[in-house]
């Protein structure tokens, strides 16, 4: 949304767990956000520091290496507060200060420094963030401070939240409310939210990605954008994997447009090399999973609860954490995606786009394969009940695998995610591509 003084003012929903995290009393943990480069992690802790804090301490990590060094000789609570106090020449005031550590993932030290907090000065207020934080914990010399922090993980922004940036807060507050009730949307709201929908799917939930699609004064396209986001992806592979990483894990991200084209998405590592083998490339997956980069689907061969006891952990799919570094990635445009011959490329979006759905609402990422003969795309606990979600990008919506899970398993009710409206029939629950956000 875009305020009177023409600033972009973009909504999350993170915002209401860090107010919450903000209220807690004074026994509350440093809190630390994490998730892939761009999501807008600065953003909303710098925005809380605006609306909810007299005053904040900005500390960047990666943009100042100097601060990081005042870490190495004290990391106690009450020393740190002293380094920040004398470096950026400002009180800090317990409930008052909104103290911030950005790519905190550069500083080892100011990583641990936050177990003294939550041990020695639970009255102050300090969060932290990383953009490469799981790739960086991976390494041994991190000591992460367990039991002493809070942790929140954030995604790209979702289409709920594309509405709100737009202005359509009452398309996205019709939507809910249909959801809720299984009662179709009147076909002019219906054809306007999917046009958004196919809309979100190219420029994806990019913060600036977004910004530039609905600022009217911007300066870079969302296109130049994506591509931007998509370059600056690549580097950091380059930049924070190591030597003997950096091939393989170039290898592996490329071949995920062909491995999202085939039939059955399983990920093969044949696509990546001729003879590759997981042992080989196993190392590269995590890398690109823990940067935020790739969602991971584990098969599932059962559909009884739970359903962590019945997962072949050896057979999988990626998916993009983000649409619009796929369609940077694809080459593909909203003009090429609604054209006839794209037909098999917006069932791979609308897949790709539940993925990012799901796994940003909590869900983990699953999926259900019987025999090699029948497959549901994503399974999902809710209600203490597991639940089959297929997901079709026309209106075309019968499914066999449906079917044989349906018969076999007898759900309390199925998801069925498609062009077509909302509604309720045979124990199938028609969702909208567009409200997938609601489940």
């Known amino acids: 949304m875009i305020e009177d003084n023409g600033v972009m003012c973009m909504k999350r929903k993170i915002t209401d767990r860090l107010v919450k995290w903000r209220n807690t009393a004074a026994s509350r943990l440093p809190l630390l956000l994490y998730g892939a480069r761009q999501v807008g992690k600065t953003y909303v802790m710098q925005e809380l520091g605006a609306d909810y804090f007299k005053n904040t301490v900005y500390v960047n990590f990666e943009a100042d290496r100097k601060i990081g060094d005042f870490f190495e000789n004290e990391i106690h609570a009450e020393a740190v507060l002293g380094i920040l106090e004398r470096y950026y020449h400002t009180r800090i005031i317990p409930d008052e200060t909104l103290i911030i550590f950005d790519e905190i993932q550069m500083c080892e030290r100011a990583l641990a420094s936050l ?47 594309y509405l709100w ?12 409310t249909h959801y809720e009730k299984n009662q179709a949307l009147g076909e002019g709201m219906h054809k306007e939210a999917l046009a958004e929908y196919y809309n979100y799917c190219i420029i994806g939930g990019m913060p600036a990605a977004i910004a ?60 990546i090399k001729s003879g590759a083998r997981a042992s080989q490339y196993g190392d590269s997956i995590d890398w690109l999973i823990r940067a935020g980069i790739v969602n991971k689907c584990v098969k599932c061969t059962q559909g009884f609860m739970p359903p962590s006891a019945f997962l072949d952990l050896t057979a999988f799919k990626l998916y993009y954490s983000d649409t619009g570094i796929m369609s940077a990635r694809t080459g593909m445009n909203l003009v090429r995606l609604m054209g006839e011959e794209a037909e098999r490329f917006r069932g791979i979006f ?41 997901c079709k990008s026309g209106n075309h919506v019968k499914s066999r695998s449906l079917a044989v899970y349906r018969e076999k398993y007898h759900p309390a009710y199925s998801i069925r995610i498609s062009a077509r409206n909302f509604g309720m029939a045979d124990e199938i629950k028609s969702v909208p591509l567009y409200a997938a956000f609601c489940i």
Request: charged share 25%.
């Open 212 to 271: 530039a699609e609905t600022m009217p004064y911007a300066t870079l396209t969302q296109e130049e954008i994506r591509h931007m986001l998509l370059d600056s992806y690549i580097a950091d592979m380059a930049k924070y994997a190591l030597p003997s990483e950096t091939v393989k894990i170039f290898a592996t991200y490329d071949s995920l447009p062909s491995q999202l084209a085939k039939d059955s998405k399983k990920f093969q590592y044949k696509l």
């Open 165 to 176: 940036a737009k202005g359509k807060e009452l398309l996205a507050d019709m939507i809910r």
């Open 350 to 390: 609308a897949e790709n786009y539940v993925a990012c759905v799901l796994r940003a609402n909590g869900y983990e990422l699953l999926y259900w394969e019987s025999d090699g003969t029948a497959e549901v795309d994503f399974l999902i606990i809710k209600d203490d009940h597991v639940i089959p979600v297929e």
């Open 115 to 161: 177990k003294y907090f939550a041990e020695e000065a639970p009255e102050y207020h300090v969060i932290a963030a990383g953009s490469l934080l799981g790739v960086a914990l991976k390494r041994e010399q991190f000591s992460f401070p367990v039991g002493k922090i809070q942790m929140e993980n954030m995604y790209p922004m979702d289409f709920e939240e």
